[in-house]
Every structure is written in structure tokens, then in C-alpha cells.
């Protein structure tokens, strides 16, 4: 166990762990999730996740502090955190599935069918660890996410990942906190990925957190920072949103 909480106050946060009935990864590994409500009637519906990468540890020790710290916390946001989206890659150690599918390009994007496999090939190569599927919304992984979504309806969302070192935004213009060890940016999105399909093609801003080096294994100060900064992302962007909605 990387990181330096206390591991009673983890135990704690993992027995108020619930499931979903058939969320489970393709081996049937259940897909845990963990919910807290906010307090502030202004909050918003945070839905965090991590591990859909299941070779990028240091985000699941992350959704872990935040689970930890919103356990004993009375947060302003009702936050849903999924600390493994993705248990077989985990097992395993891959990126991937256990069907060798990449489950951040399986969500079923508009024009999936018409792209995904096609960039796969032309701006990937084939990568193996970046193949999005035999179709969209093919996999155990994805459909449970989607479940989520659907029953949790989320004002923002937090995907953390690793290791480049950025945070990346889809979503509208926000004057974003400033943190210094991760860079704000706009990556751009592809076919299939969370960020696409809930910014682009359903109005939910999305915040990729991209963990860099160190951070992500023992700086427990810099977690809790993440976790208030993506908590006000989510209220201004949210602000931001209904203010353009409300000029049309
Ligand atoms: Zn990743």
C-alpha cells in the first residue's frame, strides 16, 4: 500500500464501498464505488475515477486519499469515487483490459463507428494498448461506467491518470486554480474517451488529471490540494456553463 494515510481511515472508506448489481470487469471482478454526500446546496456532482488505466497505479493511490479524506470530510460537492475502473488491467498490469480493449476509446462517442477504429490505425499504428474495441461500448468496464453516469448524473467529472504531468480540461473557459507541479492544457480528445463522450457529446465538463513522477505516491499534501482544486473547477465550470446557456 503506496502513500502514507492512515490505514484505519482507509479501512473505514472501503466498508462504506458499494456495488452494483452486474458492475464487474469481463472477469468478474467487482467495480466498487464510493459515495459522500456534500454539504453546500451550491455543490455540484462530482464523479471521480481512476485505474480505467490498469497500469497507472499512482492514480488509484490518489482516488484512494480522496475516498480517505471525504470519509471524515463534510465536503461542499457530493462526490462518487470509482478508485478501479478496470481491476483486470490491474491484475494484470496493463493498460488494457482483459480483452486486450482499451476502455478510456470504447465509450460510445457519435461517429464511433465511423473513427475509432479508423485513428486507431492511422494516428496510433495499431497500437495494441490504444485499441478501442471490436465496437463501441463493447466491454464489461465501459457499460459499468456508463451505468454510473446514468444513476449518479454527474455535474463534472475527474479521471485520473498518469504519467504526463498535466492537467487537461474539456470543458468551457474557466480561470483555472493555480497548481503549480501540473500544468493546465487542452490535449484534445479521441473517439471512444471519457472526455469526448461526456463533454463533447453530453455537456459534462471533464478534468483529466495527468500525475507526473513522484507526485502520486507520496506527497499526501498535494492530494488533498488536487481534490479542492477539481472541487472548484466543478462549481465555476458549472457557473460558466449556465451563463453561456443562458445567453442563447
Ligand atoms: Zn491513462
Redesign the pocket.
Known amino acids: 500500500m503506496a502513500g502514507k494515510f492512515a490505514e484505519t481511515d482507509l479501512v473505514e472508506a472501503c466498508q462504506a464501498a458499494a456495488i452494483f448489481s452486474g458492475c464487474a470487469s469481463e472477469q468478474q471482478r467487482p467495480i466498487f464505488h464510493f459515495d459522500k454526500s456534500g454539504s453546500d446546496p451550491k455543490g455540484k456532482r462530482i464523479l471521480a475515477l481512476s485505474l480505467?488505466?490498469g497500469d497507472?497505479l499512482p492514480?488509484g493511490t490518489v482516488a484512494r486519499a480522496w475516498m480517505t479524506r471525504l470519509n471524515r470530510l463534510s465536503p461542499r460537492n457530493t462526490w462518487r469515487v470509482i478508485p478501479v475502473v478496470n481491476p483486470d488491467g490491474l491484475k494484470k498490469g496493463t493498460?488494457t483490459n482483459s480483452r486486450g480493449v482499451d476502455v478510456?476509446r470504447n465509450f460510445p462517442t457519435k461517429a464511433w463507428d465511423d473513427e475509432a477504429l479508423q485513428k486507431w490505425k492511422s494516428v496510433t499504428n495499431e497500437d495494441p494498448r490504444r485499441y478501442p474495441g471490436p465496437h463501441a461500448a463493447s466491454e464489461s468496464e465501459t457499460r459499468c461506467m456508463m451505468k454510473h453516469i446514468d444513476d449518479f448524473k454527474p455535474d463534472f467529472i475527474v479521471s485520473i491518470?498518469?504519467p504526463l504531468g498535466v492537467l487537461d480540461f474539456d470543458g468551457p473557459k474557466v480561470d483555472f486554480p493555480q497548481f503549480k507541479p501540473l500544468p493546465w492544457i487542452s490535449l484534445g480528445n479521441f473517439p471512444g474517451s471519457l472526455g469526448r463522450y461526456m463533454w463533447k457529446d453530453h455537456n459534462v465538463p471533464v478534468l483529466t488529471i495527468e500525475l507526473k513522477g513522484p507526485l502520486g505516491v507520496r506527497h499526501l499534501e498535494q492530494f488533498d490540494q488536487l481534490q479542492d482544486i477539481s472541487g472548484t473547477v466543478a462549481i465555476q465550470a458549472n457557473e460558466a456553463k449556465s451563463k453561456s446557456t443562458n445567453k442563447d
Open positions: 480505467i488505466h497507472e492514480s493498460r478510456n491518470h498518469t
